[in-house]
Nanobody, 117 residues
Framework: QVRLVESGGGLVQAGGSLRLSCAAS????????MGWYREAPGKERELVAR??????EYGDSVKGRFTISRDNAKNTVDLQLNNLKPEDTAVYYC????????????WGQGTQVTVSS
């Protein structure tokens, strides 16, 4: 089983920065395929950033501002959020794909990011 714990969220002014961290433990996952998603009130959950086999994918709205990274020794997947905008306000979730496919993805509890104007 996979366990994911997010941290690092908070309140920040527009233009500021935050760094989120996802600590992964257990088995049946790979840091190489994990990612971050977010869900704002009234909106569907959307991709922020994720690792692919040979590349990294970012959502259009965060491209150039956010950076995803991983630390294999610590089993963490981090997300650096720079130049934050009010529209970035959302709950950010860490995601770990499994062998079962998309319906069996493992999610953390999420961490709230609030950006004031």
């Amino acid at each position: 089983q996979v366990r994911l714990v997010e941290s690092g969220g908070g309140l920040v002014q527009a233009g500021g920065s935050l760094r989120l961290s996802c600590a992964a433990s257990g088995s049946g996952f790979s840091l190489n395929t994990m990612g971050w998603y977010r869900e704002a009130p009234g909106k569907e959950r959307e991709l922020v950033a994720r690792f692919r086999r040979v590349s990294t994918e970012y959502g259009d709205s965060v491209k150039g501002r956010f950076t995803i990274s991983r630390d294999n020794a610590k089993n963490t997947v981090d997300l650096q959020l720079n130049n934050l905008k009010p529209e970035d306000t959302a709950v950010y979730y860490c995601n770990a794909p499994t062998r079962g496919g998309p319906l069996f993805d493992v999610w953390g509890q999420g961490t709230q990011v609030t950006v004031s104007s």
